[in-house]
């Protein structure tokens, strides 16, 4: 029996072999092909260069600039134009070129890594396809390479086994007959490993690929997305395509991967800039930017929710994440932070605007000199003068308007007064200069000159003012976000939120005094930024199309519904998890019921990913039981150690054993992050472990760049970043207590990919006690 089975493997062993030997020829082939391809774009490159120069060379030589006639001014016009108009379409032909160019280079090195073998229903005959990076033809038609997002490359993710797989075209569904699905491991050209997928050896390069160590940058899966991944990349349907996923499931890498499919699907309708993704902190950023590149497409906007409300208020001081994460919240506040996130809120903005159409609203003197010039009485009694049919924009605008107009009556009425003249007699020759500026000075009589110099003058003096009422420095947005929190109780039930009106108006103080202080607590800022919106009728940014939102169990729906309206034309895709809300809690549980109010129902897409992919099996049997509902969650079978749990009666019992940890992955090359819980907590332990010669790097701000080699970081900041080991610091009763702590708890154990160390001195966290005992190892000392 046992050499029956030998000599299977043996027998297959050399098929493998020579089938690898084959396949190496195409793809030296290819190769070669893609050579030539190289050479030839590069001369084209160089010579669209030369081109460009010799339109640049000819434009300084050959124009001459004629502006003594209007008849030489136009010429020397279009014949700018003309000139711009060339070197425009060079330089767009020189960055197409280049871009194919950077492909082509892809190519060479890694022409493909995947071949799938079918029969297309009704066609009769089989046909062989290789699947790369990016299409490469040798001829029209003839494809040497297909690119991973052409519809026919669907059916080698869309996975299984083989036989009879449909994949979706532009014009409809397609059904195939799958034969053969290969799939090569390749360096440099050169094929390492091929593997035919069947039922046996599924998912051998996903194993290979995922054993392999963390970097500071997050890498493409193109060559092993799976099924459930790949219905979220290729989806074109949904206005709002929402993915709940477990932890390390591949939300974020799916949502990359979808990027430049919709970039190569809608190409030349869609550009990265019409693509913004929100990710959790500007680290995350830092992280995740390699991976459009490495696709051969270029990033989107990237930013962060704070970064994107923060630009819009320089002169306030908005809570940032740490203080967000690290502040004690009271019991009323907390009742109080659940009513300003709701969506009821946001009705409640919504209609206190709608209010604000026939009255309510607040302004400010408009002064110069320290004299009031326009009183706020005369300025809202203009507002409120135009008809009902004029909203909140129309009524800014035409204020506006009749302000300035005011302004001109009376720069008028100055000008010609005698003050003025006066004034204006005074003058040097130099400040007369500036008065009459570009003006040719051929006035009809000395009255008309002396009038256009008051003017000039009265003008001149008014500008700040004219300045203030163009900027719009008569409306009171302090005033009047403090108006609208005074109305909230007549626009919302607060008993649905278990609050009083009394508890309110402790609320409304508290917002007062912030505002007197220049700060702005996270969950005002939204709500304050949509009212000046509303007052100031900016619209939307229409030109957005795509808006991903990632970590979206940490947004509150009056974020989300504030982001629809600022992105009206744009589809979103929403990805998180549910179970690591580390800043909006329990809310995060109601979020789906809210978004589904939110976008039409029939244009809703809800996808689960509940196989976790980054963590060995063992670590993804532990941290999921961490979770009430962690039942759903699947680990990819991935064999590791067992998490380890040591304990001590002190801190400084433990640091010997943090230390011998850190030194035993370096010893296995696996690059550790330490995660506290607070900044002050990491701080400390840094000390402790430099004073032991340990060389870590401190994260402290989102800002930083993350560092190769050990790091400590707060778990605010950990957030969708994985590492080849963990060592949770500090896993105590006090750090971590409440079932809220719980979804903080699974983040950071999480963001382990081979091994977890935690580590406790004092009482264990209670939310360790529903794990089963025999899912780790416990180290007393
Ligand atoms: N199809 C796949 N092929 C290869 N690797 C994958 C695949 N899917 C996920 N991974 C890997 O699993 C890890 C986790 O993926 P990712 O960070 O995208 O998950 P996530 O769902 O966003 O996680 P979290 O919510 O915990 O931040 C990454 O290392 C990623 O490369």
């Given at each position: 029996m046992l050499q029956l089975f030998t000599e299977k493997f043996v027998r297959e062993g050399v098929w493998m072999a020579s089938i690898k030997e084959q396949e190496q020829a195409r793809m030296d082939m290819v190769v070669t092909k893609v050579k030539e391809a190289i050479a030839k774009d590069q001369a084209n490159l160089a010579s669209v260069e030369a081109d460009k120069k010799a339109i640049q060379a000819d434009f300084s030589n050959n124009v001459r600039i004629k502006t003594s006639t209007y008849s030489g001014m136009m010429e020397t016009a279009l014949t700018v134009r003309q000139q711009q108009q060339l070197l425009q379409e060079r330089e767009n032909n020189m960055q197409q070129a280049s871009r194919r160019l950077e492909i082509l280079e892809k190519l060479e090195k890694k022409p493909y890594f995947a071949r799938i073998d079918f029969?297309?229903?009704?066609?009769?005959?089989?046909?062989?396809?290789?699947?790369?990076?990016?299409?490469?033809?040798?001829?029209?038609?003839?494809?040497?390479?297909?690119?991973?997002?052409?519809p026919i490359s669907s059916i080698y993710y869309d996975g299984g086994g083989l036989g009879e797989v449909s994949y979706q075209t532009p014009d409809g569904e397609r059904k195939v007959d799958l034969r053969l699905k290969r799939q090569f491991m390749v360096e440099d050209g050169k094929i390492k490993v091929v593997f035919d997928t069947d039922e046996?050896?599924?998912?051998?390069?996903?194993?290979?690929?995922?054993?392999?160590?963390?970097?500071?940058?997050?890498?493409?899966?193109?060559?092993?997305?799976?099924?459930?991944?790949?219905?979220?990349?290729?989806?074109?349907?949904?206005?709002?395509?929402?993915?709940?996923?477990?932890?390390?499931?591949?939300k974020t890498s799916a949502v990359l991967q979808r990027v430049a499919f919709l970039l190569y699907r809608y190409r030349g309708k869609l550009t990265s800039s019409q693509v913004i993704l929100?990710?959790?902190?500007?680290?995350?950023?830092?992280?995740?930017?390699?991976?459009?590149?490495?696709?051969?497409?270029?990033?989107?906007?990237?930013?962060?929710?704070?970064?994107?409300?923060?630009r819009r208020l320089p002169k306030l001081h908005v809570e940032t994440l740490q203080e967000r994460f690290e502040e004690d919240q009271a019991p009323l506040k907390q009742k109080v932070k659940r009513l300003k996130d709701s969506l009821d809120f946001f009705k409640a903005s919504k209609a206190y605007g709608a209010y604000l159409e026939r009255k309510g609203m607040r302004f400010k003197d408009l002064r110069l000199g320290g004299e009031v010039f326009f009183s706020k009485a005369h300025i809202k009694?203009?507002?409120?003068?135009?008809?009902?049919?004029?909203?909140?924009?129309?009524?800014?605008?035409?204020?506006?308007?009749?302000?300035?107009?005011?302004?001109?009556?009376?720069?008028?009425?100055?000008?010609?007064?005698?003050?003025?003249?006066?004034?204006?007699?005074?003058?040097?020759?130099?400040?007369?200069?500036?008065?009459?500026?570009?003006?040719?000075?051929?006035?009809?009589?000395?009255?008309?000159?002396?009038?256009?110099l008051g003017r000039q003058y009265v003008m001149h003096a008014f500008k700040p003012l004219h300045q203030a009422i163009i900027k719009n420095h008569f409306l009171s947005i302090n005033g009047q976000y403090v108006h609208f929190l005074k109305s909230v109780p007549a626009l919302v039930d607060l008993a649905k939120y278990d609050l009083t009106k009394e508890e309110w108006q402790l609320e409304l103080a508290q917002v007062v005094a912030d505002l007197k202080a220049k700060k702005l607590a996270l969950s005002d800022v939204t709500a304050y930024l949509f009212l000046y919106d509303q007052i100031s009728g900016k619209r939307g940014q229409t030109d957005i199309k795509q808006v991903f939102i990632d970590e979206i169990q940490d947004y509150t729906a009056y974020q989300l519904a504030y982001l629809?309206?600022?992105?009206?034309?744009?589809?979103?895709?929403?990805?998180?998890?549910?179970?690591?809300?580390?800043?909006?809690?329990?809310?995060?549980?109601?979020?789906?019921?809210?978004?589904?109010?939110?976008?039409?129902?029939?244009?809703?897409?809800?996808?689960?990913?509940?196989?976790?992919?980054?963590?060995?099996?063992?670590?993804?049997?532990?941290?999921?039981?961490?979770?009430?509902?962690?039942?759903?969650?699947?680990?990819?079978?991935?064999?590791g150690e067992k998490p380890r749990l040591t304990t001590a009666k002190t801190e400084a019992d433990l640091i010997a054993d943090v230390v011998a940890r850190l030194k035993q992955n370096q010893a296995?090359?696996?690059?550790?992050?330490?995660?506290?819980?607070?900044?002050?907590?990491?701080?400390?332990?840094?000390?402790?472990?430099?004073?032991?010669?340990?060389?870590?790097?401190?994260?402290?701000?989102?800002?930083?760049?993350?560092?190769?080699?050990?790091?400590?970081?707060?778990?605010?900041?950990?957030?969708?970043?994985?590492f080849d080991a963990v060592i949770m610091w500090q896993a105590n009763a006090k750090n971590y207590h409440a079932d809220s702590d719980r979804q903080l708890v699974y983040t950071i154990c999480s963001r382990a990919m081979h091994r977890l160390d935690i580590f406790v001195s004092g009482q264990v966290t209670p939310l360790f006690d529903r794990i089963d005992p025999k899912l780790y190892e416990l180290i007393t000392k």
């Open positions: 029969e297309e229903e009704g066609e009769g005959k089989e046909e062989k396809i290789y699947i790369g990076l990016g299409s490469f033809t040798d001829g029209p038609d003839k494809f040497l390479i297909y690119d991973w997002r052409a046996t050896v599924g998912d051998q390069m996903l194993l290979e690929v995922l054993d392999e160590n963390s970097d500071t940058k997050m890498k493409s899966i193109v060559t092993t997305i799976q099924r459930e991944q790949n219905k979220i990349i290729r989806d074109t349907s949904s206005d709002l395509l929402f993915v709940q996923g477990a932890a390390g499931s591949g929100f990710s959790p902190n500007q680290l995350f950023n830092d992280y995740i930017d390699q991976v459009l590149p490495e696709l051969g497409e270029q990033n989107m906007v990237q930013l962060t929710y704070y970064q994107h409300v923060k009694q203009i507002y409120y003068s135009f008809n009902e049919n004029y909203h909140l924009r129309n009524r800014l605008e035409a204020t506006k308007e009749r302000l300035v107009k005011e302004l001109n009556g009376q720069i008028n009425r100055y000008a010609k007064s005698d003050q003025v003249q006066k004034a204006i007699q005074d003058l040097s020759q130099e400040q007369l200069n500036a008065l009459y500026g570009d003006h040719p000075r051929n006035f009809a009589n000395g009255e008309k000159e002396l009038n256009f629809k309206e600022e992105f009206p034309r744009a589809k979103f895709t929403m990805l998180g998890d549910l179970n690591q809300a580390i800043f909006t809690h329990e809310n995060s549980h109601s979020l789906l019921k809210e978004l589904g109010t939110m976008f039409p129902q029939d244009k809703t897409k809800v996808v689960q990913l509940t196989k976790s992919y980054r963590s060995t099996q063992q670590i993804t049997d532990f941290t999921k039981e961490i979770l009430l509902h962690g039942e759903a969650v699947t680990a990819f079978e991935r064999a296995d090359s696996l690059t550790t992050a330490v995660i506290g819980k607070s900044l002050a907590e990491c701080e400390a332990l840094t000390q402790a472990l430099r004073a032991e010669g340990q060389a870590v790097t401190l994260i402290k701000t989102e800002n930083q760049r993350l560092a190769a080699g050990t790091i400590v970081v707060p778990a605010y900041l950990a957030k969708g970043l994985e």
